[in-house]
Each structure stands twice: as C-alpha cells, then as structure tokens.
C-alpha cells in the first residue's frame, strides 16, 4: 500500500533529523492523519534497509496496538511481525519488530533484549520526569543498547504543566512537523469541523484545580446537573438535524450516565461506555454504534484515543478541560472523511473552543517555574512591530489597536477551525467614540450576528489619525460607502464635526448582507464586507 506523499515527507524528515541530530525526534502529525501507515512505512523500511534490526513498537492503548500490526500487515503482509500484549491475548518474543503495549513489557527489558528503535505511539503520554512505566522501559532498554533512538509520534506534542514534550527535560529532542490540519482539510484528507456556539454554557466556577487540570470530582458536581443536562440535551437534539453518529464527552461516569438517561427519555437510542464497561459490552456498544443502531454514545475518559470511526458527525463537548492535548484528541474525533457528509458539527457546551483556541493554532500549555520568560508581546497588523502587550497605539505607524472593554461572545461558526468565518449580519450601528491611547475620535461600527444571539464584531475606523493609519481607515471608509451606497462624501476632508455626520447617513445606509471576520487573540478582525 503506497503512502500519501506527507506520510513519506514524514518518513524523509524523519531520516534527516536523525541524521543531523543527535537524540530522539517525535513526529507531530493531526489526529486522523495516518500515523500507523508512518509506523508502518517506517518498520518496512528500516528493516528492508538494514535487515538485522529490532523495532520495538509501543502504545499504551489496546485499540492502538491493533492499528498499528493492523496497518504493518497491511503494507507488508509477510512483515515479521509479534505482538506482545495482554489485553489481545498474544506474548510474541524475538520478532524483528514487536508490537507492544507498555503495562505488558514495563519492567521486562531484559525479556525484549537488544533494540536498535523504540517507536512510541501517542509519544505524550510520556512523563516529563525520570518515572512512570515508559521511562523505567526505556531507560533499561538503553542499558542494554546504549545507542538505541527513540521516535515519537503525536497530534499534541504538550503535556499539561511541562509545555512542549520536547523541552524541560523530556525524552525528546526535537519536534518534526510534515503536515498541517489546515493541509489535510485543503487537500481533502480530513473532514472540518463546523462549531456552534450553544446557548447552555457549562460553568467551572468555584472548580478547583489538580495537577494543572480541574479536580473531576468538583468538575462533575459543577456540570451534572438536572436543568443543565436536560437544556443541553435538548439543544442538541434540536441543531442536530439528520446527523446520525453522535458523540458527547463527559466530565465523569454519573456525567456520561445522566446524559445518555436523558436522551433515552426523548427518544434518542444511547448508550454509555467508561472504562468500567466490560469487555464484551463495550465492544457489542461500539459495533451497535456504528452499524447505526445507536445513535448517541456518551463516555468519559475513553474515546479520546484510539477511537476510529470516520462517520462521527456529531460532537458535543460537556466536559471542560485545562488540557488542550485532551481538547484536540476530543474535536479530532470528527475530522476522518465521512460516508454520507462533507464535515462533522461540534458543540462546545463547555467552552474548550474559547479556552485553548482553534484546533489549527492551539496555545499549548507553559511550563511550570519561575517567571523568568520573555516579557508579552503583540505584533502590530499594520506593519509588524513588535510592543509590549499594554501598548494601545503602534509607534511605528500609529496603528490603534483595539481598545480592551471587555471580551465578546464566541461567534457562530466554523472558529474551532481557526479560518476566516462569514457571519450573516442583522443590522448595523455607527457612532464615535474617543480612542484612550490618542484622545482622538474615531468612527466605530458594530456589526450584530443574524442568529440573534447578541454577538456582534466591531470594527474600529481611525479616520482622523496621522499616517498610515488614517490613509488605511480612509480606504476602508470609502470602500464601505461604496458598497452601502451611501449619499456622502469624503471630497472635502473629515473634520470632528464631520465624524457625527459620517455616523448619521450611514446608519440609515443598508448594512452588509455578511461580514468576513477572522478571530485575532480575544477579537475578531473584519476582512471584508459584502452587500
């Protein structure tokens, strides 16, 4: 089976940063991307090139575990291949490439002998700290072959309180990155994501903390509530339409329980799978799932990883996190390419979207130690300065950023995707206002969201500035009085008492029929307005 160009540019990065480098790479590739083929692209590989290697291959999911030999057998049936793991029933040894899970093998160096490659699935599941199941393997294993590499591969190279997998002391060296999410949905590999900003919030205050995480148990007494869980189950209902594959993560097992109960009571087919969920009835749910016979599988802790199944077109988010790995493994649940549409919905009733921002440019978690990092900074839009955070007009081109009263609603639309979003616009209101940084007046819109919700963008236009600022907000002007016909002109020059004038004609002026907005930082940016 050939692989997709990105899986062989992986592959060839792979190759060069190990050749430059010394240590151990992990490979970043989006959660739908096809890591097992690179696994097995890389094992064939390897060992057509140098015969006599050991490959060691590890997760620490049994579903992993599966597709991984799954896809090795698939690009080379007669590969030599062993797996080595209780939960399949299988304790394969002295195969040229053994596929294991890490509670099977933790401790048992000694019994897998000389391994020239450890290739870790799901690489950020591996402690920071010298400790846990994988660091003990590996650190034997390296006993026994001091010049053993280790290859990682993830779609979150962070781990919540250490930052990025690859610095502050953890096992990996350095980050290879062959492709994007913004790639494979161009390109037509992945499905995007499509959200909605629900009316029910879930909310976290008086929610303790844990480990950089909420503390479950006052996460779920905060969300498991009867009126809680009825509008939001009621709200889903009503946006799904004919989706028919549907997938809430929860903030616990009473959570996930109370959710599926309430949408057996209107009728909706559920089931719940947690990790107490035998053996056999988990996997009767699953298979129920996707031959259709249930419509909505609620669960906690579980379906976040290792959980394939493309035609997910569903996804409602009950549980908050601080984790933006847990965030991006949950809305990557919805991206495979589906059988019967183009993209899968997500509902985020608990306000991950907004947390840890879109899941193409998601902030990864910092590093827990003394403040000591660089101090914050913004870049100017107009011409690239670099200023300090607190700085509201740019010295270099007397660019006004936007003044920060306070932080507006998340918008309906595709914003989990991070693009340029259109937003269909009810109406508009014009006024002036002085800008804080210059005491200068400014012209302002407010463009309010069609879905009636109360959202609105609004657009800041610094006529009466110096430089480019004015000569960029006199553009903008004309370009808006063309587009809404508006009987005025700027012939004669702007003055402050042409300002309320400019303000008067326009809000009798028809608004826009859409706006094109981009979310920048807390704000959303227009792009363009179409009548």
Not at 69 to 98: C, F, H, N, Q
Not at 159 to 184: C, K, T
Not at 337 to 357: E, P, Q, Y
Not at 500 to 513: F, M
């Amino acid at each position: 089976m050939a692989l997709r160009d990105y899986q062989q540019r992986a592959i060839d990065l792979l190759y060069a940063w190990m050749r430059y480098n010394a240590g151990n790479p992990c490979v970043v590739m989006p959660t739908g991307s096809g890591k097992s083929h690179v696994i097995a692209g890389l094992c064939r590989d390897i060992l057509t090139r140098w015969p006599r290697s050991r490959i060691l291959v590890l997760s620490h999911v049994k579903e992993l575990l599966e597709q991984d030999a799954e896809k090795i057998l698939l690009a080379w049936p007669e590969a030599p291949l062993g797996i080595y793991s209780a939960g399949i029933g299988s304790r394969d040894v002295g195969m040229p490439v053994t596929v294991a899970g890490i509670q099977s093998v933790r401790g048992k160096a000694e019994m897998l002998g000389y391994v020239d490659l450890v290739i870790v699935d799901e690489a950020h599941t591996i402690s920071h700290k010298a400790e846990g199941g994988y660091r003990k393997l590996l650190g034997e294993l390296k006993g026994v072959n001091p010049d053993m590499r280790i290859v990682g591969l993830t779609a979150t190279p962070y781990r919540l309180g250490h930052g990025l997998i690859s610095e502050h002391g953890a096992i990996f060296d350095g980050l290879v990155e062959p492709v994007s999410v913004a790639e494979l949905v161009s390109r037509g590999y992945l499905a995007p994501l499509r959200s909605k900003l629900p009316a029910a919030q879930l909310s976290v205050d008086g929610v303790g903390r844990r480990g950089g995480e909420y503390i479950e148990h006052e996460l779920q007494r905060a969300v498991n509530n009867t009126d809680d869980n009825e509008c939001i189950v009621d709200e889903v209902i009503a946006r799904a339409g004919g989706r028919r594959a549907w997938l809430f993560f929860c903030a616990g097992v009473a959570h996930s329980i109370a959710i599926r109960d309430a949408l057996r009571a209107r009728g909706i087919s559920a089931e719940t799978v947690t990790g107490d969920t035998p053996k056999a009835e988990r996997e009767r749910i699953i298979r129920d799932y996707k031959a259709g016979r249930v419509t909505a599988l609620t669960n906690a802790n579980v379906l976040t990883t290792g959980f394939d199944y493309p035609d997910i077109d569903l996804i409602a988010m009950l549980r908050p996190t601080l984790s933006p790995g847990l965030y991006v493994q949950m809305a990557g649940r919805g991206m495979r390419l589906k059988s019967h549409t183009d993209h899968c919905l997500v509902l985020d009733f608990a306000g991950n979207v907004k947390r840890h921002g879109p899941i193409t440019d998601v902030v990864p978690p910092k590093h827990k130690g003394p403040g000591t990092g660089d101090a914050p900074v913004k870049v100017c839009e107009q011409c690239a300065e670099l200023v300090h955070t607190s700085v509201k007009v740019c010295p270099a081109c007397g660019y006004v950023f936007p003044p920060a009263e306070k932080e507006p609603l998340a918008l309906h639309g595709e914003d989990i995707m991070g693009g340029p979003e259109e937003m269909r616009v009810r109406e508009w209101l014009w006024y002036v206002k002085q800008s804080r940084a210059k005491q200068i007046n400014m012209l302002c819109v407010n463009y309010y969201n069609a879905e009636l919700t109360g959202d609105k963008v609004t657009e800041y236009i610094t006529i009466l500035h110096d430089g480019y600022a004015r000569y960029k907000a006199e553009i903008t002007l004309r370009d808006i009085i063309d587009g809404c016909g508006a009987d005025i002109s700027l012939a004669n020059g702007i003055d402050e008492n042409y300002l309320e004038q400019l303000a008067e004609v326009l809000n009798d002026a028809d608004a826009p029929e859409t706006v094109t907005i981009k979310k920048d930082g807390r704000y959303y940016r227009v792009l363009a307005r179409h009548w």
